[in-house]
């Protein structure tokens, strides 16, 4: 413990910082490492296909519709409340499967992982990275 700091200090500290996986870009390409933040996703619970589309997950988001499209036509034998929660769970699997399916894309795409950082931010955990 820090002198001056306090046990609140400590503990709203813990409740804010987040685990992130750094990847560092193919050899020769100008990026910034990615970081990765290792939590439930909202934007890929609330709106799938967004997220999808915005990380470039173009595999996911086709299985995504086609998924859609078979709840649709499932819809008819199991009713439509059923569907609904099919969806929901879906949903809900994808916001807690995001950050996973976003390094495997980053392992495919050839970013190689480094490791992970405990920070306040991405922006934060790049900072540390690069150092």
Avoid: C
Avoid at 74 to 89: D, H, P, T
């Amino acid at each position: 413990m820090h002198p001056g700091s306090t046990p609140d200090d400590i503990g709203v500290l813990e409740r804010v910082v987040t685990l992130y996986a750094i990847y560092d870009p193919k050899p020769g390409r100008p990026d910034l490492p990615a970081a990765i933040a290792n939590q439930f996703s909202w934007l890929a619970a609330i709106l799938p296909p967004i997220f999808l589309a915005r990380h470039g997950l173009w595999l996911e988001l086709l299985a995504w519709v086609l998924k859609l499209v078979a709840l649709v036509i499932l819809s008819r034998f199991i009713g439509g409340g059923a569907a609904f929660a099919l969806y929901l769970l879906a949903a809900v699997w994808l916001g807690f499967a995001a950050p996973s399916l976003r390094r495997h894309a980053l392992q495919w795409r050839g970013w190689t992982p480094r490791g992970e950082r405990i920070a306040l931010s991405a922006d934060m955990a790049q900072l540390e990275a690069i150092r």
